[in-house]
């Protein structure tokens, strides 16, 4: 169908959310011939993925970001939009804090000299990991805990010294309610290449607004949804300053949480099954000088306030950022935690101590550059059995679709699984019909 008007005829559709998954069905659907309009709270595209500037011109995203080998959806719409020549791959080394030693973290001789662990342990880590690899679906793992899966495979020892600290780190008192396909996933997902595109993913999503206002689709920006109500046969959607648009039909991309709260509509016409979800925070820094000179340092010290350290331009070239080196210190953390509303300087002067544990010598004298962000609802805490409960398309409201990250099990966040989502997404809106939005 793509190219053409649904058998239905033109809709026009309004999309909450300007983050990849509403960009990608915005694009998707105005090559099947419709009308399109993004409404998006931010000042520009983006989402979770949207950048800011670091100076005029130079761009960095507010969330560390990058592909894999296997994130071929995204790839494959980087090539569509003509840009396949911007996204260059990388092998940066990614380590895992452990007693307060940094150990590399990835590839098979790198598990063997995980000395803190006996060698019986490390064989059974590396086994674990290759059976991950190759296991090709979630499935078996859908009905059973990550802490009762890597205890019974992976040892005791191997998942009190690794697993646990890490699961607790994201996902704090419910880390022990988390399901092994969640865990799965990121395994099965991740290769060591990474893919990172030039001038940052800002680049991406610049150019796929770009074409979607070139096929007649509008993106408005800084549109920060208050309600979405139905009059007549259409669905108005107000702003938070009373701006009104009304639309045949709307698919939202926020959290359900807010879609929930934003309108009377409940996904799947019944009473409403949402896992709880973590807000994002990161702390960024920009230094005159590399902090650890490794790309990736997840953190399993639970005293540590943050748990992970992604020194960006251990990746890319800092050339690109006037010289630049930049550092993530990322959390995950409950959406009502004090840091939400910290200042950049308060988290920093928490945070000193801890990044002194990495680097003896760091003074902050040695910062040029300081800014945090936070994204509300931005991991959702997945338990298993979680499959029978995956929120569908439709609503109550038949003329309002919703479609977020909380359908991409089992797989986590991700800009290629927004990709792939919003096929999905408008493959079903298409086959509904037409005059179900139009009365």
Known sequence: MSGSASPGGRLHYG???????GLAAAYELTKRGHAVTVLEAGDRPGGLA?????????WLEKFYHHLFRTDRSIQALIAQLGLADRLHWHRPESSIE???????????????????????????????????????????FDGVTARTWLTRFAGRRAYAAIWEPLLTGKFGARAGDVTM?????????????????????????????????????????????????????????????????SFDRVLSTLAPHITMAISDAVPGGGTA?????????????????????????AITDRSCPFLAVVEHTAMADRAAYGGRHLVYLGNYVPVTDPIIKETPEETLA?????????????????????????????????????????????????????????????????QNYSVELARRVVDFMESQPASVATG
């Open 15 to 21: 999309v909450l959310g300007g983050g990849v998954l």
């Open 50 to 58: 949207a950048s800011f500037e670091i100076e005029p011109g130079i």
């Open 98 to 140: 452990i007693d307060g030693a940094v150990h590399r973290f990835d590839s098979p001789g790198a598990l063997i000299g995980l000395r803190c662990l006996p060698l019986v342990d490390r064989l059974r880590l590396g086994a674990v990991l290759a059976i991950l690899k190759l296991v090709r679906t979630s499935r078996p």
């Open 181 to 245: 396909a969640w865990l799965w996933a990121r395994v099965h997902d991740r290769t060591p290449e990474l893919g990172y595109v030039d001038g940052g993913f800002q680049t991406f999503y610049r150019e796929l607004a770009r074409q979607i206002e070139e096929r007649g689709g509008e993106i408005v920006t800084s549109f920060r949804v208050a309600t979405v109500e139905t009059r007549g046969s259409c669905l108005d959607v107000v702003s938070a300053d009373g701006d009104l648009r």
């Open 273 to 297: 099954d949402l896992p709880p979800a973590l807000s994002a925070h990161c702390l960024i820094l920009a230094l005159d000088r590399p902090l650890t000179g490794t790309y990736w340092i």
């Open 350 to 414: 928490r945070f000193a101590p801890a990044i002194r544990r990495l680097n003896p010598d760091f003074d902050p004298g040695w910062v040029t550059g300081l800014w945090s962000f936070a994204a509300p609802f931005a991991q959702p805490v997945i338990e298993p059995g979680y499959r029978r409960r995956l929120p569908p398309f439709w609503t109550s409201n038949p003329r309002l679709f919703a479609a977020s990250m909380f359908q991409v099990y089992p797989h986590d966040r991700g």
